[in-house]
């Protein structure tokens, strides 16, 4: 909670005693409680977060080996795998031919075999040439071989929309993949999140598709000492509630979660509080969280950058929907991006997204009977 | 003179080039032939070597056209380290030495040649003739009566199994079957050749293999009918067996995906510096997939142990090989890729163990795939969704099968052994049909999998939601009984 006070503060002060200033000031103005900062606070960029997790559970485990291209020698298309060839040697990452097809293969298969592959995609969109892998070889094998072949690999890499690189670099698979039974979807936001949930990842049995996103890599977050211990794990399955509210319900994954917490904050300004929660798990969905909430604040708006039909918030409505549709005061409002292939052009892909936080608040004032347009003026 | 520079900056590009044969860098790096240098290039004829020998640094040996100049004895000739006071200013030409990381052995030429798509021919390996007996010149491998008698064994009980399994799925009994008639030596020598610390990952038509490790027909029977002992829990289509004591991957039916699942697990096992190996078996079919190119390629990028068995059956459902592909068979396929490869006459059982038998421990020893083609027939129809009728000749399929069968072939060498006859066959044929009658039998009369089964294993623990469904199912049980089937236990 001064985390997200903290992030909005950061990313626009220069001054020290201003922002502390500003800081104070703002979470009076909100009615939260005053907490005096953690003195060791410590800053991590979603990237180290994720190097670190891969580092201390290869070296945990002489099992987990990551394979994919260019994750070696140059060390990794984001840096993500940074320094591992140098420590671990060419046996545990390995750089492979252009053929996601093959190493994604030859993951499930040494992963059949009893290795514990992390198989890193340069980005999701590439993993299509792969999906029979994915799905066919590494989501079904556990159940139809009676259980006698467990496939613990990971698949990671950046998802969604990142910045002028068109339709076939930015598509969310989010919705995709959380449809396939035998996959766990994750999509973290914070770098507590991707160390947690990455490193749960590589303990799980279970295939699971890690859902990064190119533009948090560089984004730095104050993490605690406990999240940088190296038995830090973070439960897959359960979301967590960013910030509390009582008026509306937002949902968000991944680097929408900071979107939705600064409409939160412009919600304020208005006497809304919401309520954010961040995904952290597309499957399983922490649908217990989702309709707790819901049933507190009677309102629901879910946001992702992902296409609006069968999406991750199409499945959300419907779970409220079926659980919770006496607490509901207002239709279910779904933020989506919008329904076309990512255009290149920037003003039209900044259309194609949702706007910022813009569309966020109009959508929770009119969950709130608050007169707003309907759409976008042009 | 512009020859010279040329000279000059040919020698500097050698130096930095891969050609150059000391990795170590020297200080004075001439190359200059000393008289005194072994031969190292016996297969050139000698007078170019004196040529070469007396000659004081010259890129082209007097006589030879620079076009076909060979570049791979350059490095012959590089190994002294006398200086040479003056560069000679005639015969150089910096076209010969490529360096393009690309490749590694080859000559530039100035010939306007295309290479052809006729591939050099590769000999099929076969030691038995079609009546069984040893082909003149052939070394047959060891093999013991034991070990012949219980791969003749095996392929009959396969044919007797498939035979009754197909009328099985004929009569209504389960859904589907893929028999293997005229493969089953390709399939069961080759899996005798195995140890059975060898993971297989086998493609559909090779139960033959699993029926070597030693699965039983009772297993083979519980698969079939999907029973409650059946290992996959009732959750795959028929011949969809899997194995883990058995080493035997449970077979998936997208096509060509196990080679690359093949390679993963060979690199688990170089890793783990077992002595074994990983198994793939696919079709003729399943070459023009993306996955096997995937998956050779990385197999011998990454030196991985594992042996890809190609039985090229010349048939892809409907799909005949003139539709398939153009190259000259699958064995010739692997050269592209750097590996080795061999063809075998896969219905000379004798051939096949030898082969496989020695491209294992090549495999093992020499961390190095292997593609073995092995050449046979598809006897039957594709499985019992398809009538091949339509799509052959009957005259081309009576052939095979009657003129070309394998388990006759070899039957026909273990009784010019003194190792089998008639009697014996007869008894083994009637033996192998009563086992397997009793236990279809056995496996009929057994119950389904229980409804548990239909949530468990598709994580590692058992979700939520998924057990809240399953309560609702039992809950919707209980209230209306009559309509739940009787042979599914709850």
């Known amino acids: 909670m001064w985390a997200t006070s903290a992030r909005r503060a950061i990313a626009g002060q220069s001054s020290v005693t201003s922002w502390l200033t500003q800081l104070r000031n703002s979470m009076i103005k909100s009615g939260e409680k005053v907490r005096s900062f953690s003195s060791g606070s410590n800053q991590l960029t979603v990237r180290d977060a994720l190097n670190s997790a891969l580092d201390e559970e290869m070296s945990a485990d002489s099992r987990v080996f990551v394979i994919g291209e260019e994750v070696g020698e140059y060390q990794g298309a984001y840096k993500v795998t940074k320094g591992l060839l140098q420590k671990f040697g060419p046996d545990r990452v390995l750089d492979t031919p252009i053929t996601e097809a093959g190493f994604t293969g030859l993951g499930v298969g040494a992963a059949f075999y009893g290795l514990k592959p992390v198989v890193e995609f340069m980005t999701f969109n590439f993993a299509m040439q792969a999906i029979d892998h994915i799905i066919n070889s590494a989501a079904k094998t556990y159940y139809m071989s009676g259980g006698q072949i467990s496939v613990p690999i990971v698949f990671r890499g950046p998802n969604g929309a990142a910045a002028g690189v068109a339709a076939q670099h930015s598509q969310c698979f989010a919705a995709w993949y959380g449809s396939c039974p035998g996959l766990k979807v994750i999509s973290p936001y914070s770098s507590e999140d991707y160390r947690g949930l990455l490193k749960a990842a590589i303990r799980d049995p279970d295939p699971v598709v890690f859902l990064e996103n190119e533009l948090m890599y560089g984004e730095t977050f104050p993490v605690s000492d406990e999240v940088l211990d190296s038995n830090f794990t973070l439960p897959i399955g359960k979301a967590k509630i960013e910030r509390e509210g009582k008026d509306v319900t937002i949902t968000a994954f991944s680097k929408m979660v900071g979107y939705a917490l600064k409409a939160a904050d412009e919600l304020a300004k208005d006497g809304i509080s919401a309520e954010v929660i961040n995904l952290r798990s597309i499957r399983p969905l922490d649908r217990a969280t989702i309709n707790a909430s819901v049933r507190k604040t009677y309102r629901l708006v879910t946001v992702e950058e992902g296409w609006p039909q069968h999406g991750v918030g199409a499945e959300i409505s419907a779970s409220v929907v079926e659980e919770s549709f006496e607490y509901l005061d207002a239709p279910i409002d779904r933020i989506t991006g919008a329904d076309v292939p990512m255009p290149y052009a920037a003003n039209l892909e900044r259309l194609a997204l949702p706007q910022q936080v813009e569309d966020i608040v109009r959508a929770a004032k009119r969950a709130c009977y608050r007169q707003v347009p309907q759409s976008a003026a042009a | 003179m512009a020859l010279i520079r040329r000279a000059g900056r040919s020698l500097s590009m050698l130096k930095r080039s891969s050609l150059f044969h000391g990795k170590q860098k020297k200080q004075r790096q001439q190359p200059i032939v000393s008289p005194s240098l072994p031969n190292l290039t016996p297969h050139l004829p000698s ?232 198994v793939t078996y696919f079709g003729d079919g399943a070459t023009s997939e993306g996955d096997f190119h995937a998956a050779m390629n990385f197999a011998a990028v990454m030196e991985a142990p594992v042996l890809f068995i190609c039985r090229n059956n010349g048939w892809a459902i409907s799909t005949p090989i003139t539709d398939q592909y153009r190259s000259d068979g699958v064995a010739t396929k692997s050269r592209a890729y750097g590996m080795r490869s061999i063809c075998v006459d896969g219905n000379d059982a004798l051939a096949v163990y030898s082969a496989v038998k020695s491209a294992r421990s090549m495999a093992i020893s020499e961390s190095r795939p292997i593609l073995i083609e092995v050449l046979t027939y598809r006897v039957s129809h594709h499985s019992t969704s398809d009538d091949s009728t339509k799509y052959r000749s009957g005259e081309e399929l009576s052939h095979w099968k009657v003129m070309r069968d394998p388990v006759v072939r070899f039957r026909r060498w273990l009784e010019g052994n003194g190792w089998w006859n008639r009697q014996k066959d007869t008894e083994l044929q009637s033996h192998s049909r009563k086992k397997i009658i009793a236990a279809m039998m056995n496996a009929e009369s057994m119950k389904k999998p229980p409804l548990s089964d239909l949530f468990t294993d598709v994580y590692d623990s058992i979700p939520t939601n998924l057990k809240e469904q399953e309560s609702y199912v039992r809950e919707a049980v209980a209230k209306n009984p009559n309509l739940y089937p009787s042979d599914v236990p709850l």
């Open chain 2, 47 to 278: 007078s170019l070597i004196r040529l070469q020998i007396n000659t004081t640094y010259s890129a082209i040996p007097r006589g030879i056209s620079s076009c076909s100049f060979r570049s791979s004895y350059i490095p012959n000739r590089l190994l002294t380290s006398e200086a040479q006071p003056k560069l000679p200013d005639e015969g150089i030409d910096d076209t010969q030495f490529l360096d393009f990381p690309g490749v590694k052995n080859t000559a530039f030429t100035c010939d306007l040649k295309f290479v052809s798509e006729k591939s050099e021919e590769v000999p099929c390996y076969r030691v038995l003739s079609e009546l069984g007996e040893p082909v003149d010149g052939a070394k047959l491998p060891q093999m013991a009566d034991a070990l012949a008698l219980r791969i003749y064994e095996n392929m009959i009980t396969l044919q007797v199994m498939d035979y009754l399994f197909y009328e099985a799925q004929r009569q209504g009994r389960f859904s589907f079957y893929m028999t293997c008639s005229g493969e089953e030596a390709a399939i069961v020598a080759s899996a005798a050749a195995l140890s059975n610390e060898d993971v297989i990952f086998a493609q559909y038509r090779e139960q033959g293999a699993l029926m070597w490790r030693g699965f039983d027909l009772q297993e083979f029977a519980h698969q079939c009918y999907s029973n409650s002992a059946d290992y996959g829990k009732g959750r795959q289509m028929p011949i969809h067996y899997g194995s883990k004591k058995h080493n035997f991957v449970t077979i998936s039916s997208p096509i060509a995906t196990q080679l690359s699942h093949a390679v993963g697990a060979a690199y688990s096992l170089k890793m783990d510096r077992k002595d074994a190996c990983a």
